[in-house]
């Protein structure tokens, strides 16, 4: 009943920025929390960053504090993930994930899915 749909990866040189976007469409009132997690090649999925419905609380993961931002719009029921300082290990498939509960965070993060999208650093 609810689909999420990322955009915006793609190929980028290190230290460089993208802006992921991912649009829920569906029964978008059962969209509480949004976030992101990502996976590289070979490696576990991990979470990166995640915010609750009214955008008050925010987490990121130690590995991209200070440089990733995540934001939303509600109006759009879109959640943004902006990307700078980018590095090699932040080669990934970043998945849009949402959540019923409204709070956003690691632990409640995995009631909707996206397909993801890949996001490439070189150097």
């Known amino acids: 009943q609810v689909q999420l749909v990322e955009s915006g990866g793609g190929l980028v040189q290190a230290g460089g920025s993208l802006r992921l976007s991912c649009a829920a469409s569906?029964?978008?009132?059962?969209?509480?929390?949004m976030g992101w997690f990502r996976q590289a090649p070979g490696k576990e999925r991990e979470f990166v960053a995640g915010i609750s419905w009214n955008g008050i609380n925010v987490y990121y993961s130690e590995s991209v504090k200070g440089r990733f931002t995540i934001s939303r719009d509600n109006a759009k029921s879109t959640v943004y993930l902006q990307l700078n300082s980018l590095k090699l290990e932040d080669t990934a498939v970043y998945y849009c994930?949402?959540?019923?509960?409204?709070?956003?965070?690691?632990?409640?993060?995995?009631?909707?899915w996206g397909q993801g999208t890949q996001v490439t650093v070189s150097s």
């Open positions: 994930v949402a959540d019923r509960t409204g709070w956003g965070t690691p632990q409640t993060l995995h009631d909707y």
């Open positions: 569906g029964r978008t009132q059962s969209v509480g929390g």
